[in-house]
């Protein structure tokens, strides 16, 4: 009887929490002189389940991670829309929060509007773009480096490859059948701090911790780095450049110039694979080897050089492998 009334105490605290949570941009807005942070969210498109977890995220770092007097949040919806990122980035410019977040899945001109206003931005798109100095960006993939490398993999394999679609929205590998394969950005999260952030996420709001949610809390954790730097005196651009320093929950933030790290991207292949042309064919197995299909590193001297230096890999070809080891 002891035990069942100290589970229910429990769970009526992880309620109280999540409602918590779930109320503090209200609450926060009463407090004279707090900071605000604007957000813009895909909201209504294409996953509303994951905005929700992305705002999620977004509470959980302004709850956990001391900062006084607590920053108001301010959310707004992109729909993955650049028009409407833009017009929400008008709003949150016209309300003067002091730092927006944003990028999930569309960039667009957010960015340019903030600046005018001098508003910072962290971008969290996986793709890096040339944004200016009052925007922080945490994508590890440089400008037009999926694209080129899609490219690349369709001119030489004969392969109906993709560098878009929904998993450079939840960093989850996904191949549609319209395509053979897919690059999908890959999550390089802290291991050290993920099990206490999840059991955080977990007990606030009782459901399972997401790649989402993580992205969220990152972001966060950038915005309020910021913040406290401005609120040391230093001006804007030099807040965000000290704020790049932190270390998140997913890891460090990249220079903006940084070169695209090998395991940036994963090359996610179709079980089955359509017929080649025989020199198409060649150069699939070629790529294969090269990026060591079977696991473990290829010999020194084994494969393509120029497929190996390709900033992706393999994220499984345990059915492909067979396919062209029969043609």
């Not at 960006?137 to 490859?161: I, K, N």
């Not at 807040?239 to 997913?250: C, F, G, I, S």
């Not at 179709?270 to 080649?276: E, F, M, T, V």
């Amino acid at each position: 009887m002891h035990t069942h009334a100290l589970s229910i105490k429990r769970k009526r605290g992880q309620v109280l929490l999540g409602a918590a949570l779930l109320g503090m941009a209200a609450a926060a807005a009463a407090q004279s002189g707090a900071p605000r942070i604007g957000a813009i969210v895909p909201q209504s498109w294409p996953s509303p389940s994951q905005a929700q977890e992305i705002h999620e995220g977004m509470l959980l770092a302004l709850k956990t991670i001391p900062i006084n007097p607590a920053p108001t949040l301010v959310l707004m919806d992109s729909g993955c829309d650049a028009a409407k990122a833009e017009a929400s980035a008008k709003s949150l410019a016209a309300a003067k929060v002091d730092i927006v977040l944003g990028g999930w899945c569309v960039v667009g001109t957010a960015p340019a509007v903030l600046g005018q206003a001098g508003i910072p931005m962290v971008s969290s798109n996986a793709e890096r773009f040339a944004l200016g100095d009052l925007v922080l960006q945490t994508g590890r993939v440089a400008p037009r480096v999926a694209e080129t490398t899609a490219a690349t993999l369709r001119r030489e394999t004969g392969l109906r490859v993709t560098a878009g679609g929904a998993c450079w929205m939840d960093y989850a590998p996904e191949l549609s059948t319209k395509f053979d394969a897919a690059l999908c950005p890959t999550l390089s999260p802290d291991k050290s701090r993920w099990p206490e952030v999840e059991a955080l996420y977990t007990a606030a709001f009782r459901k399972p911790f997401t790649t989402s949610a993580a992205r969220g809390y990152a972001a966060m954790e950038l915005g309020l780095a910021y913040l406290k730097k401005r609120r040391s005196g230093a001006k804007p651009s030099a807040a965000l450049a000290e704020a790049r320093q932190t270390l998140t929950l997913l890891g460090p933030v990249p220079e903006a110039d940084a070169a695209t790290p090998q395991q940036a991207m994963q090359l996610l292949l179709s079980a089955r694979l359509p017929r080649l042309a025989p020199r198409e064919t060649q150069v699939l197995n070629t790529m294969l080897k090269a990026k060591a299909c079977a696991g473990g590193a290829a010999p020194a001297g084994d494969g393509d050089a120029k497929w190996r230096e390709l900033p992706f890999e393999l994220a499984s070809c345990s059915a492909a492998r067979p396919q062209l080891a029969a043609r």
